[in-house]
């Protein structure tokens, strides 16, 4: 028995890192899965449905939640995990890419949102859970763009839980550090020493080391499940410390 049976989520981000972790970890317990990405992947499961949806286009978040919906009978969970990166003080983004950025990060949460509401609606079990970060209250070097989204994130979050607790929907956030996935991966290889520069990102989180996608999976799954049933508009940090603790070296 998983703590998940009989349920379906979607997970926006399905086809890798976090995203990937998420589908897995909920098709484990028990739930039915839709997997909607650019580039959702294969899954060795029935109970997963891959999409191929851009979270920046409503018509097509529309209809991926439809298709979700029509193949495993309804929506009871959202993961609003798609997101991009972006480096960069204030100075150095251009017009464009603050819009591109806003635009997937934070307004992709929004029509993800809108497209499965009808149906979350219509469950029992009704909950979201958003993909903040870190960068949403700890200001970092070279994330101006990709924080203020992250703060934004942080923000809707909390406006959704408001809107949505009457409708018995919870809304939840989870704030990872920095995690070892394939995304973190591309980030580092366009640097001048990827080896130098992931040593200090494992040493910026008091733990030493970098997150797991299946650590930020379980904190999604928790958020999710019947545990924490009386958890709404909450973040929960999971950063290996980086957001709390203040270590003498």
């Known amino acids: 028995m998983g703590v998940l049976d009989g349920l379906v989520a979607v ?27 650019l580039s959702p992947g294969t899954f060795d499961s029935e109970m997963v449905l891959p999409v191929k949806a851009d979270v920046s286009d409503q018509k097509a978040m529309d209809d991926a939640m439809a298709a979700v919906a029509e193949k495993f009978g309804g929506i009871d969970i959202l993961i609003n995990n798609a997101g991009i990166s972006a480096v960069g003080s204030v100075e150095e983004n251009s017009d464009e890419e603050w819009a591109r950025v806003l635009d997937v990060n934070v307004i992709g949460i929004v029509r993800g949102s809108k497209a499965a509401l009808p149906y979350l609606r219509r469950s029992s ?31 809707l979050t909390l406006a959704m839980a408001a809107d949505l607790v009457s409708d018995g929907i919870r809304v939840n956030m989870v704030a990872p550090g920095t995690a070892d996935t394939p995304w973190v991966a591309r980030l580092l290889a366009r640097t001048t020493d990827p080896e130098e520069e992931r040593r200090k990102l494992e040493a910026r989180q008091p733990m030493g080391r970098l997150v797991s996608a299946d650590e930020v ?30 270590l003498v070296r």
Do not use: W
């Open 125 to 155: 079990n009704g909950a979201i859970v958003n993909t903040s970060s870190i960068a949403a209250t700890a200001g970092l070097v070279k994330r101006a763009l990709y924080s203020a989204s992250k703060g934004a994130v942080h923000a």
């Open 11 to 37: 997970v926006t981000g399905g086809g890798s890192g976090i995203g990937q972790a998420a589908c897995l970890t909920f098709l484990r317990e028990g739930a039915s899965v839709g997997a909607l990405d």
């Open 217 to 246: 999976a379980a904190a999604m799954l928790y958020l999710v499940g019947p545990a924490a049933g009386a958890t709404t508009g909450m973040s929960l940090a999971v950063d290996g410390g980086m957001s709390g603790l203040r």
